[in-house]
Structure formats: C-alpha cells, structure tokens
C-alpha cells in the first residue's frame, strides 16, 4: 500500500510531495523528517524544509532514525534473484552526515527489524539467529560482546543512557518453563549476571516493557489458545521485574484476557485492562498492590499522556470508541467523549491534545482524523475524499521536557466543532410494547464504581495487612465462642432449629 504525505509545513518553505509515499517517521527530538515516496528516501529539516540528505532506495518499506540523529535505518523486504542467489543485504544504516553508507545487513524477518540504541548511542542491540550482538559507538563492523543462551527469542533495551541492560525472553521447551531475564552491560555471562529472573509455564510470546527509569519491567506472557476453553483470545498473565531482583506476578482480579498494559511516565506506577467485558481498569504500584480501580467499562486500551496527569481508557477496534479520560492524581474523570470506528489514537506531546483517526487497511472507509483537547471538544476534522484513504497519522516529535504539565482542566474548551460526549442509550423494547410504560429492566452486565484503594481511604483498606490478618482472627474468635454460647442454650428448639440458627450465625460473622 501507498500513502499520501504532507510534511510538516510550520515554514513557507517547506516543500511538500505530491507522490504516493511508502513509509514515513520524525526523528526523536522532532528535527528531521524522512519519507519514500517510491522513487527515493528523503530526509528534510522540520524548521525549514531544507533537504538534509536524499537516498536512492525506491523499495524502503520501513524507517527509523537512531536517538542522536547519527544514522538512518532503512528496510526492505528480503529477496533473492538469479544475480544473487543468497539475496541482498536488505537493512541499511546510513550516516546523516556524510550520506555514506555504514553497514548493510540481512535481516529477513519484519519482527525486531530496527536495531535498539541506548539514548546515547554508546550502545546498539540487534537479535541475529537467536542470540544478541552488541556493538558500541556506532561501530557496525565489530561486535563488541554477544549474549549467548538457548534460543533467544524476544529482548528490550532499557531507555535512557548507561548503564544500559536488556530483558531478554527465551521461551521453554520440553517440559521446561519460559524464562525473562535483566542483565547490566556489559555483564552477560556466568550464573549471578543476571539482575532478575522469572521462569513461568504458558507462553507462546511476550511483551516486555520496561518503565521511564528503567528500574523495572513488565511482561505480558501469552498463549495463542485457552486450554480451558474460556477465552477466544487465549490466556495471559502479567509479571513483574525489578533490577533489584524482585519478582511477581500481577495478581488480576477478574478473568479474561489481559488487553493492555501501560507504564506511567513517572515509573511509579502502571495500569491493566484486563477481564472479560465488560473490562476492569486497575492501578498498581511497584509492590503490585492496587492503587485505584476505575470499575468496568467497555475499554481494551489505556494511554498515559506524555506528563503521566491523564489518562484515557478506551475501547477500540470491536468496541463503540468510548473513552474516559481521568485526573492521574485526583482521581476524578474529566471528560467521556465517544470517537467510533477509530484505528488510532495518540498523544501530542504537548499533553492537552490526543489524535484519533480510522485508517485503512482496519478500515477502508470514512477513513479521517480528528484532533481533540481531552476535555472532549473537537478542535479539528479531516475526511478524505472519495476514493481515497488515509494510513496513518502522526504527531511531529519534541525534545523531553519541552512542555510543562499543566493543571487539568475540567471544563470543555471552546470549539466550532463541538464536542462528542458519550450518550446514554436505553435498553431495546420491542415495537409491541413501546406504547406502554418504561419499566426498570435488568442490565446483561452491571457495572462496577471505581474504587480508590490506596491505604487510608476507608473502611477495610484503611487497614495494614497485618492488621486485617489480626481482624479476621478475633472475629473469627469471636464468631466461634458465640457458636459454643449457641450450643451449651437449652432453648434452641429442636435440631433443625439449631442448624438454621447457626447457619445464620456463621453467614453474618465470618468475615471471608
């Protein structure tokens, strides 16, 4: 598929191409932009338009630029033909620089297809026949170390600088458990290298994702089917990593599929949709206790604004687009806007604007966008015309800490547009009876409240666990002597009386 790209037009002299695009990407700190428009790879300077560097590489598919700007990363598919039996060296690194060509390499499979670089481009992982070639300061030709182990099938290189370390998954075979483990650079070998280890059965795949600071990591162990029979989307469990070694696993309390998994940008935190519709939202801490749980809803999505102070749970793709967006530190939604059929949603950077659009191949029509300030107002609307469609959508990056975080606004802005706030929908009545009075009639599904659970608040959570441990034991005591007090009565009646009596008893006193 091709797209139409607009790039950036904050300058007169921005250029623009008219031609359908393959693939296009900013750099992290916003500054560049490149494209392939089919014929060649371009890369132009945000601020001005000014071409920086131009590629003859008509079949890139795939973009990315290192975090320093240093190298462009260019994929195509892999191919073989009669000239070249063994195919071509189909990924690419380029120096922005010089516009010479580093190194180019094989790699076949579209998965991991872009190496990771630390933030400060010291160091540079890439996943080569099931094991981890490091190389350092960019130089491509040696490998400065390698991690060894059976069959590594899946890692994640921390964020930030040094010291840098990389979660890798390798998944079990003949009766052994999956494992993940942490490792500091450059320490990857012995048997006390590992930071953390956590072994686990029912994995066919995960999905590792390390917080801001790079303290811990979270990872999503899936399995393509549900021997059980329960779920369509197979089973899933959550686990949790420290570097300091500590591990658990995320103890969910409703079943069903674990739908996403969202750090928040202070490190502290991290929020789970999970069960079966309609889905639960819960907040956790480091230790893995709840926080907040924001009840059910129909969600399957959770995005933290860049500052970590809002979040919006959505529902997505087979759900009707309605999302609830929350004050982070109050605890209080701010706004329940609805955007249907959207295939997209995103954050600016900015922290007060989110982006959502429906783009093909999801789905090929009223394929536009819309931008929205989280208070639910729509700032801005794009279809495309007839015929056409949109691929994708993209906020232009900034620099870390280039907006301050702002007080949440609960009152919608203005806006022209208007704002799309969720309807209330009455239950269906036949035609038949729709001249009679409405009567309450039962939902399929209740919902639950959201429910603040931090230490403190009330009732039993206003209570360390020691302290409920100690609680639950004296009313048991309690409930017990009061069942011997039952016994040793002589006007109880008969036996049966006795029985229902202390089946009442014991009904009202346990406390489980």
Known sequence: G??????????????????????????????????????SVSVVKCSDGSVVSTFDLPKTTLLEFSPLNNVLVTWQP????????????????????????????????????CPSWSEDEKICVRSVNNELHFFENNDFNTIANKLHMQKVSDFELSPGGQPSKVAVYVPGSKGAPSFVRLYQYPVLGGPSAALANKS??????????????????????????????????????LHYLAVNGETALVQLPKNGPIYDVAWSPNSAEFCVVYGFMPAKATIYN?????????????????????????????GFGNLRGQMEVWDVKKYKQVSKPEAPDATHFSWCPDGEHVVTATCSPRLRVSNGYKIWHYTGSVLHKWDVAAGSELWEVRWQLFPERSFPERAVKYQAVPSELGSTQA???QAYRPPALRHLPATPSSKLHEDEPPQNLRPGVS?????SKSALKNQKKREAKKAAKQIVRLTSTHSLGSGTQLLERLDSLLLWSCPW
């Not at 607009?6 to 494209?35: A, N, Y």
């Not at 690419?92 to 060509?101: A, I, K, V």
């Open 459 to 463: 009732g039993e959570r206003s209570l």
């Open 423 to 425: 309807q209330t929908t």
């Open 286 to 314: 480091l230790k893995c206790d709840p926080v907040f749980d924001f009840g059910t809803g129909p969600r399957n999505a959770a995005y933290y604004s860049p500052q970590g102070h809002i979040l919006v749970l959505a």
């Open 200 to 237: 686990f059965f029912k994995a066919d795949r995960v999905t590792m994702q390390w917080n801001k600071k790079a303290s811990a990591v979270l990872v999503t162990a899936s399995t393509e089917v549900d021997k059980t029979g329960a779920s369509y989307y197979g089973e899933q469990t």
């Open 78 to 113: 892999y191919t073989k033909s009669q000239d070249s039996p063994q195919g071509d060296a189909n990924l690419q690194l380029w120096d922005l620089q010089s516009s010479q060509l580093i190194k180019a390499l094989f790699q076949k499979k579209v998965d991991s297809w």
């Open 2 to 39: 091709f797209r139409r790209i607009h790039p950036p037009q904050d300058h007169e002299t921005t250029s623009s191409d008219s031609r359908l695009s393959r693939c296009f990407t900013f750099s992290r700190d916003g500054t560049l932009f490149s494209w392939c428009n089919g014929h």
